[in-house]
């Protein structure tokens, strides 16, 4: 029984310290774009990569498989909107997707990268349908502005499924450890913390 | 379990896109076959064309004009 529960325990915190690693690097990489006062790498400075790789060192020590897929799938995922863009290692966005894709799947089984990509897209998806309307205001086109308001929900419930049905052990914990950290950061995004 | 609720949500998705879709392309064709009509319709109502803002009498006078001039 404690085992199990340790392990729930770890799985949960490690994707905790994973959100913060890539929350930090987006606000890292937004900093110049980001006109509200949330952004923490405003507040903390260049240390702000720094504290990244920390919290990413804490989750792969908590979980390495959980958190280093989910942390590719981000990476994937955060690539859809620069497809065509050139990066400095000279591929686009799309070469490189599928080539950290590919990685991820020798290092660590095409079931755990599967179940990372569907998870970290439905959490896209609730996040562009969230922020439909302050992304509107600034001029971000999104997933919600892409493909309609009801498309986007349907789509973030088929994604959430279908990520319960590829990996139905890890999916509590996990949901559990990303509902914690973005309810904490929309509370603070409210004003309230 | 998890694949019934699937399959109706994949049901949901493609019944409202395929849905949204017909409904934008019949809204269009109703549009494109109504709106002549109505401008029509309240043009003749107002007396004179709310596109152009002409009265009827100065249209047939300019369209006079023109065909005098042609003669010309």
């Not at chain 1, 509200?36 to 405003?42: Q, R």
């Not at chain 1, 990303?178 to 409210?190: E, K, M, W």
């Not at chain 2, 934008?24 to 064709?29: A, F, L």
Request: with cysteine.
């Amino acid at each position: 029984m404690w085992p199990a529960i340790f392990e729930f325990i770890s799985i949960t915190f490690s994707v905790i310290f994973c959100a913060i690693t890539i929350k930090l690097a987006d606000d890292f990489l937004d900093q110049d774009i980001d006109t509200n006062d949330y952004n923490f790498a405003k507040r903390l400075g260049n240390g702000s990569m720094l504290y990244g790789i920390l919290s990413m060192v804490f989750a792969v020590s908590l979980n390495a498989s959980v958190s280093i897929t989910l942390f590719l799938g981000c990476y994937i995922i955060g690539m859809f909107h620069d497809l065509k863009h050139y990066f400095p290692s000279h591929l686009n966005g799309l070469q490189e997707s599928i080539l950290v894709l590919m990685i991820g799947i020798v290092f660590w089984g095409w079931q755990a990268m599967v179940f990372s990509l569907l998870f970290v897209f439905s959490i896209q998806l609730v996040d562009d349908y969230i922020d439909d309307y302050t992304d509107q205001l600034v001029g971000h086109r999104n997933w919600s502005h892409r493909l309609g308001r009801v498309e986007c929900i349907l789509l973030f419930l088929l994604s959430i499924l279908a990520a319960w049905l590829t990996n139905e052990r890890l999916f509590a914990p996990v949901l559990l450890g990303a509902v914690i950290f973005y309810g904490t950061l929309l509370y603070y995004q409210r004003g309230n913390l | 379990m998890l694949s019934t609720m699937i399959a109706v949500v994949i049901a949901l998705l493609v019944g409202y896109i395929w849905g949204k879709r017909d409904g934008i392309v019949c809204g269009n064709q109703q549009g494109a076959v109504s709106i002549p009509l109505l401008l029509r319709q309240q043009s003749l109502e107002k007396g004179y064309c709310i596109l152009c803002n002409k009265s009827k009498k100065k249209r047939m006078l300019y369209k006079l004009g023109e065909k005098r001039g042609k003669r010309r």
